[in-house]
């Protein structure tokens, strides 16, 4: 299995949506760019890094920013996956309750989630499972909200994923 830049697709582009002259990337090493404008966002992106990119059957999303607003104690996280424009599972979940996010303040990992108002990064890692991994444009958008329902951020990005299972028409 390879995960890699579709040639014949733009980052930023599904069959279901497509890039505009507004869209506006997030920095960093990512295919990823905002859904919307990003002023008023909680959680304002200094860099977000996919390790390595493209991703293999192993990812790293690091994330640098700074969060500037209260969150509260159960911030939640939706991400959405689509194949070939075809809106595949969602996964809603509470930011801090699966243990693979690791959150530093001030350099130094706290231990604690949710994180608190300031400079922050956020590493999150996992594994793919390419066993049910089909051929095609991959879009995962990324929604992040407080508990008061206050958008933290919301970001997407598409790779073209390429392996033995033939080419994938959906979900």
């Known amino acids: 299995m390879s995960l890699a830049p579709n040639p014949q697709a733009a980052l930023g582009q599904t069959k279901n949506r497509a890039a505009s002259a507004t869209t506006l990337p997030v920095r960093g090493d990512s295919p990823a760019y905002y859904n919307g404008d990003p002023a008023k966002d909680i959680l304002f992106i200094e860099t977000l890094d996919l390790v390595p990119n493209p991703p293999t059957d192993h990812m790293t999303l690091r994330l640098k920013g700074t969060i500037t607003a209260p969150i509260g104690p159960n911030p939640h996280i939706q991400v959405t996956v689509s194949l070939n424009g075809t809106v595949g599972p969602r996964i809603e979940d509470r930011l801090c309750s699966n243990g693979k996010l690791e959150i530093k303040q001030n350099g130094t990992s706290t231990g604690s989630c949710p ?6 990064e956020m590493v999150y890692s996992a594994m793919i499972p390419y066993i049910w991994l089909k051929m095609g444009n991959y879009t995962v958008r990324t929604e ?28």
């Open 115 to 120: 994180p608190e108002e300031g400079a922050v």
């Open 144 to 171: 992040m909200y407080a508990t008061d329902g206050g958008k933290m951020t919301d970001f997407e990005g598409t790779a073209w994923v390429a392996g033995e299972l033939g080419e994938g028409d959906g979900w």
